[in-house]
C-alpha cells in the first residue's frame, strides 16, 4: 500500500462535492418520507441482494428492478442532471407519485445544503442552506432547486482552466464533467470516454475533445499547450482555405469555360462531341454552326423591321384619315340635328337657324375641315344661301314658310343618310385602328425576340474568347503563384506549432508522473503478480492502461481504476475534479467474483488504514448485485435492498410492467 500512497495528496481533507442522505417523498411531509439513505465520505455500496437460492420465485429471486439504477439517477438529478434516462425516470416516477420528489443532502466546497426536486418537471422546489431535512417544508428561501444547481455547476467549474475547448471553442460544461463522474449503467464501462448511453459525450467531436475535458478539470491543460491548441487549430482552418484558394484558382477558367460552352451548347441545341472551334474550313463546330445562326437571325431581324416599319406606317395612315373622318361625322351629326327641327317647323329651331346664319356670317379665318377660307368655303356660302331665302322676322314670308319646310324635310333625310355612312365608315375604321395595333404589337415582340438572339451568340462567344485569353494570362498566373506561396507560409506555421505541441506532449509534467504512479500502484496492489498500469493523458481511446490482456474483464477494469486514480488525486489545489464518483453496477460480471470483490476491498483498505480518522478527500458510490465480501457488509454497505419483500425495493412497491422494468 505504501507505493500508493506516498503520492496520495492531501491539500483537503473533504471531497469538493458529497452527498450526506437522499431521501424520497411521496408527497411533502415528514411522514411521507418512505425513504432514507444515509451516504458519507469514502466507499458507499448500495447492495441489490439476491435471495438464496430457492428461496423465492419469478422476479423476486433475483436483484434486479429494485431500484439501484433509479437511485443513481435520483442522484444525478439532485445535482442538476438532464440527460434522457433522468427525465424518462422522473416522468415515470411522477405517474406514480404526482406530489413526490427526492431531497439530497449535498457538502458543497465545505457549505451544507438541503434540496428539493419534484418528480414533477413543471413543480419548481427549493433549496436552503444546512443539513435538516424537516425544515425542507416550512423554512422560507431565496433559492429555488433551479438556481441552486444552476449555481452548484458554476461552483463545480470555477477551477476548471480553460473554460473552452481551445480548438473549437465550445465551453466545457457542468453536464459534460457529470457526465463523466456519474456514467451511465447503460454505457456499460466499455471504455474510458464512454460517458452516456445513447447520447455521447455531448461534445462536439466524439473523440478528441473528452480528453482535453478530463485535462483541463485535472488541472493538466498548462496555458502553453493551451495557446497551442488553439494556434494548430487556427493554423488548419488556414491552411484548408489557403488550399481550397488554390484549387478555385486553378479551376476557375475551366470551370467557366466549362459553364460558357455548355450554355452555347444548350442555347444551340448541338451535341456534346461537336468541337467549339476549328481551323478546318470545312468542319463543322459550334463557332460556325453561331456563326450561321447569328447570320440567319440578323436577316430575320431586317425583315421584321420592315415589316414593323410597314405596319407602323399603315397604322399612323389609318390614324389620321379616321381622325378626319370623325371630324366629318360630327359635323354631318350637327346638320342632321338642325335639318329634323327645320322639319318639324319649330319657330325656335328657325330663330337657332337664324343665330346660326349669323354665326355663319361672322365666320373669320380658315376651315379646318376644307383648309381654306370660310369666305371662300363652298359648303358655308350654300348654306349662308339658303338660310337667307327666309325672313323669320316679317309674318308675310309664312306662305313660303310651307315650302322652306318641305325642303327642310328633304334636306334631313339627306343629312340623315350622309351621317349614317359617315358612322359606318368612322366604326370600320376603328376596327381597323384595333387590328393594326395588334399586328404591331406583335411585330415589335417579334423583333425584340429576333434581337435577343440575335445578340446572345456573340455575347457567349466574346465571353468565351475572354475566359480563353484570362486563363493564361499573366495576372491569373501570378494570382495562383500568391495562392501557393502563402499556403506554402500557413502549411510551414502549422508544422512549427505542430512540432511544438508534439514537445510538449511528450515533456510529462509532475501531475501526470504523479497520476501515472497513482494509477500503476493501484494495478500493482490489486493484481501483484507483475501487472503495472499507466497513464497517457492524450490517448483518445485508453489513457488508463494496466499491462494485462485479459478481454473485456480488464477493460472494465481499466476504466474503474482509472476512475479511482483521478478521484484519489482530486484534493490537489489545481485541480477542480469534485471527488465524488458515481459508478452504477459496474459489469462484475465481466470481471469475475473475485476480481470484483477484490477491487471493492481495496477502496475498503484506503477507506480505512490511509484516512483513518474518516477525513476522506472522496465519495465513491457504487451499486452491486454481487454480495461485497464479509467485513465490508457492515458501514460500507449503505443501503440492502431485497427482491423478496416490497420493503426491500427503492420505493418500496413493485410497479406495473413497463414501468418496473424502466425503474431498475
Known amino acids: 500500500m505504501e507505493p500508493l500512497t506516498q503520492h496520495l495528496p492531501t491539500d483537503r481533507s473533504a471531497p469538493r462535492l458529497w452527498f450526506e442522505r437522499l431521501a424520497i417523498f411521496s408527497e411533502p411531509g415528514d411522514e411521507h418520507v418512505f425513504r432514507s439513505v444515509p451516504l458519507r465520505r469514502g466507499l458507499n455500496i448500495i447492495w441489490a441482494k439476491e435471495p438464496a437460492a430457492g428461496s423465492a420465485k419469478g422476479s423476486r429471486a433475483a436483484g434486479h428492478g429494485v431500484g439501484k439504477t433509479s437511485l443513481c439517477l435520483l442522484l444525478r438529478l439532485c445535482l442538476g442532471d438532464t440527460s434522457k434516462a433522468v427525465a424518462e425516470l422522473r416522468e415515470e416516477l411522477f405517474s406514480e407519485f404526482a406530489q413526490g420528489g427526492v431531497i439530497g443532502v449535498l457538502h458543497v466546497d465545505g457549505n451544507a445544503f438541503t434540496v428539493c426536486r419534484y418528480f414533477n418537471p413543471h413543480k419548481v422546489g427549493v433549496a436552503t442552506p444546512g443539513t435538516d431535512i424537516t425544515a425542507i417544508w416550512t423554512r422560507e428561501t431565496e433559492i429555488n432547486d433551479r438556481d441552486f444547481v444552476k449555481q452548484l455547476g458554476d461552483t463545480m467549474m470555477s477551477r476548471v482552466s480553460p473554460r473552452n475547448i481551445p480548438e473549437t471553442g465550445q465551453a466545457i460544461e457542468w453536464r459534460h464533467l457529470l457526465a463523466w463522474v456519474s456514467r451511465d449503467q447503460g454505457a456499460r464501462f466499455k471504455a474510458f470516454y464512454d460517458w452516456r448511453d445513447g447520447e455521447g459525450n455531448m461534445l ?6 473528452p480528453p482535453i475535458v478530463m485535462r483541463a478539470v485535472l488541472g493538466l491543460l498548462d496555458q502553453g499547450e493551451t495557446a497551442l491548441l488553439s494556434e494548430t487549430a487556427k493554423l488548419e482552418e488556414s491552411l484548408k ?45 459550334v463557332a460556325s454552326r453561331i456563326d450561321m445562326a447569328g447570320k440567319q437571325a440578323e436577316a430575320r431581324l431586317q425583315k421584321l423591321q420592315a415589316e414593323q416599319d410597314k405596319a407602323d406606317e399603315a397604322l399612323a395612315d389609318l390614324r389620321a384619315d379616321l381622325k378626319r373622318k370623325q371630324a366629318e361625322y360630327a359635323e354631318a351629326d350637327l346638320m342632321c340635328q338642325l335639318a329634323d327641327k327645320a322639319r ?20 373669320a379665318g380658315h376651315c379646318k375641315h376644307g383648309n381654306v377660307a370660310f369666305g371662300e368655303c363652298q359648303h358655308v356660302q350654300a348654306e349662308i344661301n339658303q338660310l337667307k331665302q327666309f325672313s323669320f322676322r316679317d309674318t308675310r314670308d309664312r306662305p313660303n314658310l310651307k315650302l322652306a319646310m318641305e325642303a327642310s324635310i328633304s334636306r334631313a333625310g339627306a343629312a340623315l343618310l350622309r351621317k349614317n355612312d359617315l358612322h359606318r365608315l368612322v366604326t370600320t375604321m376603328q376596327d381597323n385602328e384595333k387590328t393594326l395595333v395588334a399586328s404591331q404589337s406583335k411585330a415589335r415582340l417579334a423583333t425584340r425576340t429576333a434581337q435577343m438572339e440575335a445578340n446572345k451568340w456573340p455575347a457567349l462567344l466574346e465571353e468565351l474568347s475572354r475566359w480563353d485569353g484570362a486563363a493564361g494570362s499573366a495576372k491569373a498566373q501570378a494570382d495562383i503563384d500568391a495562392a501557393r506561396a502563402h499556403s506554402v507560409q500557413v502549411a510551414q506555421e502549422l508544422g512549427r506549432a505542430q512540432t511544438q505541441l508534439a514537445v510538449a506532449k511528450l515533456n510529462k509534467s509532475d501531475r501526470e508522473k504523479i497520476l501515472a504512479a497513482i494509477i500503476d500502484g493501484l494495478t500493482q496492489q490489486l493484481l501483484p503478480d507483475g501487472a503495472f498500469g499507466s497513464f497517457d493523458p492524450h490517448d483518445e481511446q485508453r489513457p488508463f492502461r494496466i499491462s494485462l490482456r485479459g478481454g473485456e474483464a480488464f477493460r472494465v477494469l481499466e476504466v474503474l481504476l482509472g476512475d479511482m486514480a483521478c478521484m484519489l488525486d482530486s484534493p490537489r489545489k489545481d485541480g477542480a475534479l469534485p471527488g465524488l464518483f458515481i459508478h452504477d453496477c459496474p459489469r462484475e460480471a465481466d470481471m469475475s467474483t473475485g476480481l470484483y470483490e477484490n477491487f471493492l476491498s481495496l477502496m475498503s483498505e484506503l477507506h480505512s488504514e490511509h484516512f483513518p480518522h474518516g477525513e476522506l478527500p ?47
Do not use: H, W
Open 204 to 209: 462536439q467531436r466524439q473523440r478528441q475533445d
Open 618 to 664: 472522496f465519495q465513491y458510490i457504487v451499486t452491486t448485485t454481487t454480495p461485497p465480501p464479509g467485513d465490508l457488509q457492515g458501514d460500507a454497505v449503505r443501503l440492502t435492498l431485497d427482491p423478496s419483500t416490497d420493503d426491500g425495493l427503492l420505493f418500496c412497491k413493485r410497479f406495473n410492467g413497463e414501468r418496473q422494468q424502466a425503474l431498475q
Open 241 to 285: 482555405a489557403a488550399k481550397e484558394k488554390v484549387e478555385e484558382l486553378l479551376k476557375e477558367p475551366a470551370l467557366i469555360r466549362r459553364r460558357i460552352e455548355s450554355s452555347l451548347r444548350a442555347q444551340g441545341q448541338l451535341p456534346e462531341d461537336l468541337p467549339i472551334r476549328t481551323d478546318d474550313f470545312f468542319v463543322d463546330s
Open 344 to 363: 318639324q317647323g319649330d319657330e325656335q329651331a328657325y330663330s337657332a337657324l337664324g343665330a346660326q346664319l349669323m354665326a355663319l356670317q361672322q365666320l
